[in-house]
C-alpha cells in the first residue's frame, strides 16, 4: 500500500544505449515503493512532454521530481514570453544524484546555475565543494554529498557460489585515445598546452587528490588564477580529466594483458596484446553485465579520476558476490580494507597479476567477497540513499511523504 505520496522520475531514453539511466531509475523506483510511494516515470523525449510534466506535477500527490543522472533539471516553461524555470512555477522540488563532475559542459547549466527548488546530491565528495560557490546565497538548492548505491537488475537469479564461477575475471571498459583527447584541446587554445600538460604530469598518479584541486595549485604556481567561472578554464579541466581517465585505462589493460579474462569493451581498444584465452565482448547493456557479475569470481576496475567516490558498477560487483580489484583512493582507504573486503592496485597497475594470484586460495576469495557483501548492503543500499533523499526534502522543503 502507498501512502498517498508520488515521485516523478524523469528518464532520457535517446541517451542511455546501455540502459545504465533505465537501471537506475528501476532501482530508485523500486526503494521507493518499499518506503510507500508511488513512482511514476516520465520520457523527456514524448512529443507532449510539458503538458504531461505540468499535469503529473500539478497533482497535490506528486512529493518532488527525481532527475535521473540530473535530466530535466534545466527545463523552462513560457510564461509570458519568458522562460521560467518549471521547479520554481509548479513549486515542486527536484533531486538529483550526480554521478558525475559538474564542470562537464551537459552538466554545467544544471549544476552551476543558481536556481531553486532542487537538491543535488553528488557521489563524488570534492563535486560538492566544486559546485556550492556557484549558488550563491539565498537560493533554495541544496549540494549535498550521497554516495553511490549498488543498483538492482531484472536478473533476480541467486548469485552462483563463489567456488562455481565460470568466470575467473571479469573487466568492463571502454576507451579514447588519450593523446587524441589532448591534441583537441591543444589545437583550440594552444596557449593552454603547457598548464594542461603539467596538470596532466601531476594529477596521473595522484589518486587520493581531487585532481581539479590539483588543477588549481599547478595553474597558481604558474602565475594563472583557476577560475572556475571560465567556460575556458572549465574546458581545460574537461580536457585534462579525459586524458586523465582514458590512460588510466590504457595501464590498467595493460596490466591485464597477461592474464586469461572475459572483457567487455567499448570503443577503440589500446594497441595492447592480450592473453590468448581472454574473451572479448561487445559493450553489453548494464543488466548484462551485472548479471555476468554474479557469475565472476573477480571484476577489476578502473575508477577513473574520482578522488573521494566509489561506483556503482564496484558496489554491485561486490553486492554479486565479486571480489573487486582497484586502485585505492581516498574514499576506498576510508571504507575497505585492503586484503579483507577488497584487493587494491598500485598506481600503475604493474602489480594487477600479483594481487589477484591471491584469489587462487578458495577461502580468501570467500571471506573477501562475503565480508564485502555484508558491508556494501549495510551502507550503500538503495534503500538508505532513498532514506536520505526524503530526509532531506522533509528538512528543506517540508515534504511529508
Known amino acids: 500500500m502507498f501512502r498517498g505520496a508520488t515521485i516523478l522520475f524523469l528518464h532520457a531514453p535517446k541517451a542511455d544505449p546501455y540502459l545504465t539511466h533505465r537501471t537506475s531509475i528501476a532501482t530508485y523506483a523500486a526503494a521507493y515503493r518499499r518506503q510507500g510511494i508511488e513512482a ?10 510539458m503538458t504531461r510534466f505540468a499535469e503529473i506535477t500539478s497533482r497535490p500527490d506528486v512529493i518532488a521530481v527525481h532527475c535521473e543522472q540530473s535530466w530535466g533539471l534545466d527545463l523552462a516553461i513560457e510564461q509570458a514570453g519568458k522562460a521560467v524555470d518549471v521547479f520554481e512555477y509548479f513549486n515542486k522540488p ?16 544544471r549544476t552551476l546555475v543558481p536556481r531553486g527548488n532542487r537538491i543535488l546530491c553528488f557521489t563524488e565528495r570534492s563535486a560538492v565543494d566544486f559546485a556550492g560557490p556557484f549558488q550563491g546565497s539565498g537560493v533554495r538548492s541544496q549540494i549535498h554529498f550521497a554516495p553511490h548505491i549498488y543498483l538492482d537488475s531484472e536478473d533476480h537469479a541467486a548469485p552462483v557460489p563463489w567456488r562455481a564461477r565460470p568466470i575467473d575475471l571479469l573487466y568492463v571498459g571502454s576507451y579514447a585515445d588519450p593523446m587524441a583527447e589532448r591534441a583537441k584541446f591543444a589545437t583550440a587554445r594552444p596557449e593552454l598546452a603547457p598548464l594542461l600538460d603539467a596538470i596532466i604530469d601531476q594529477a596521473l598518479p595522484d589518486y587520493h587528490t581531487p585532481f581539479w584541486v590539483t588543477a588549481a595549485k599547478v595553474t597558481k604556481a604558474q602565475g594563472l588564477a583557476p577560475d572556475h567561472g571560465s567556460a575556458i578554464y572549465l574546458d581545460l579541466l574537461v580536457a585534462a580529466n579525459q586524458f586523465i581517465r582514458n590512460e588510466r585505462r590504457r595501464r590498467m589493460l595493460l596490466g591485464l594483458a597477461s592474464i586469461p579474462m572475459h572483457l567487455i569493451w567499448s570503443g577503440p581498444k589500446p594497441d595492447i596484446s592480450l592473453h590468448p584465452d581472454t ?4 559493450a553489453n547493456t548494464l543488466p548484462d553485465t551485472l548479471a555476468l557479475c554474479g557469475q565472476a569470481k573477480a571484476m577489476a576496475m578502473c575508477l577513473n579520476n574520482f578522488a573521494t ?48 594470484a591471491a584469489l ?6 570467500e571471506a573477501l567477497t562475503s565480508a564485502a557483501r555484508a558491508k556494501v548492503e549495510a551502507e550503500y543500499s538503495p534503500d538508505a540513499r532513498i532514506a536520505q533523499f526524503l530526509a532531506a526534502l522533509t528538512q528543506f522543503y517540508g515534504v511529508n511523504p
Open 40 to 49: 511514476v516515470v516520465l520520457d523527456l523525449s514524448v512529443p507532449d512532454f
Open 279 to 282: 574473451v572479448v565482448m561487445s
Open 94 to 109: 527536484a533531486i538529483a544524484h550526480i554521478r558525475d563532475y559538474p564542470f562537464y559542459p551537459w552538466l554545467r547549466g
Open 309 to 356: 567516490s566509489l561506483s556503482e558498477r564496484l558496489l554491485s560487483a561486490m553486492q554479486r558476490g565479486a571480489a573487486v580489484l582497484c586502485a585505492a583512493n581516498a574514499m576506498i582507504d576510508g571504507v575497505f580494507e585492503d586484503g579483507k573486503d577488497i584487493i587494491t592496485l598500485g598506481a600503475d597497475y604493474r602489480d594487477v597479476g600479483e594481487r589477484f
Open 360 to 365: 587462487r586460495d578458495p577461502h580468501k576469495g
